[in-house]
């Protein structure tokens, strides 16, 4: 997996519009937290036992006034017709998505391939000067902690069964400097 | 899809200090018609012009504004249907008008939705003499910017 790999988003809708323009739009929430990023394209619709496949356009945008416990949208201009005694909590929408965030970085080691971004932490808190990444095992046994510093061009690696075991050795290398960014080039010709 | 209502007089914000819970910002300045009608025409080619329609009451756009707790929706195929209160502000308009220019850029498939509204709100912020935005509505874009945090 790399880091434009597709993944599928489930969206448990919890309401759904029909607004003047033909557009069908579901709102709910899904479980692959904000760095999901939704993908337009085919999408499997779920209405209680029934199934089909909708085409959604790009994830809607919204000026909120809140950001928090922010909902997702999603719109069709498919010709829907929900049945008219579904409740919202029956719906269910299956589709693309991908991950925000960067897999490889140059001259910097990679994380495992299984591994996936840490929505909980994002980041660990770091020195001055340093941007950083977390990454976890799907089963959350592991951590792999990620800190680079461009200024230096050096970077460090924390790995551990817990988030503060991998947090230490990640500090730890970064107080001894880090390791120099690496980057080797080979001619073709 | 309906006019815009006539300019009315700026709605208060609370004044200075932090925001608080369950409290929501919202600038000053209403959208104007014209700019409004600036966005429906495109440039002078016709290029990206946006579709605008107004939350009516009862309408199912409103209901969706209110359920999303937005004041303004930007959506469509190239996010370039743009769905507003009826008491747009013009900052508002101006974001939903740029996150169709982010999609249109390749931005969107790179960013989450926070990192794309952080990146509008930057942008207008460094770009806000130019795109005339007042003082009192830029403060009110770095405090939403602050509640990002």
Redesign the interface.
């Known amino acids: 997996m790399n880091d434009r790999a597709e993944m599928t988003f489930r969206m448990a809708v919890v ?1 759904v ?5 033909g ?1 069908t ?1 579901f ?1 709910g929430k899904i479980d692959s937290g ?4 939704l ?2 394209g085919k999408c499997e619709l779920s209405v209680g036992d029934l199934t089909t496949e909708i085409d959604i ?11 928090d416990d ?4 999603v ?1 069709t ?1 498919n010709n829907l017709s929900l049945p008219n005694n579904v409740s919202s909590g029956q719906i269910t929408l299956r589709g693309r998505m ?1 991950m ?1 965030g960067h897999r490889d970085l140059v001259g910097i080691e990679s994380p495992p391939r299984e591994f996936v971004p840490d929505r909980m932490t994002l980041g660990p808190r770091l020195p001055e000067g340093w941007d950083g990444d977390s990454w976890t095992s799907p089963d959350e046994s592991s951590c792999y902690l990620r800190a680079w510093n461009k200024a230096t061009a050096t970077y460090a690696i924390g790995r551990g069964n817990r988030y503060d075991e991998a947090r230490a050795v990640l500090l730890d290398e970064i107080a001894r400097g880090g390791r120099p960014v690496e980057i080797s080039v080979r001619s073709a010709v | 899809m309906t006019q815009a209502p006539e300019r009315s007089q700026p709605h208060r914000v609370w004044p200075g200090g932090g925001m608080e819970e369950g409290e929501s910002l919202r600038c000053l300045e209403m959208a104007s018609r014209e700019l409004l009608d600036r966005l429906r025409q495109g440039n002078r080619r016709g290029g990206h012009r946006r579709r605008i329609v107004h939350a009516e009451p009862d309408s199912e756009e409103l209901r969706y504004l209110s359920a999303m707790r937005a004041n303004a929706n930007a959506g469509g195929p190239t996010l370039t249907h743009l769905v507003l209160r009826v008491d747009a502000r013009k900052v508002e308009v101006l974001e939903e008008f740029l996150h169709g220019t982010q999609f249109r850029c390749g931005l969107l498939g790179r960013m989450n939705l926070i990192e794309a509204e952080i990146h509008v709100k930057r942008f207008m912020m460094r770009h806000c003499k130019l795109l005339g935005i007042s003082p009192e509505d830029f403060d009110v874009i770095r405090r939403m910017l602050g509640t990002y945090r």
């Open positions: 309401d519009f029909k607004f003047s323009d557009r739009v709102v904000e760095d999901a990023i993908l337009p356009q790009p994830e809607m945008l919204s000026h909120v006034q809140q950001i922010r909902l997702r949208a719109a201009s991908r925000r």
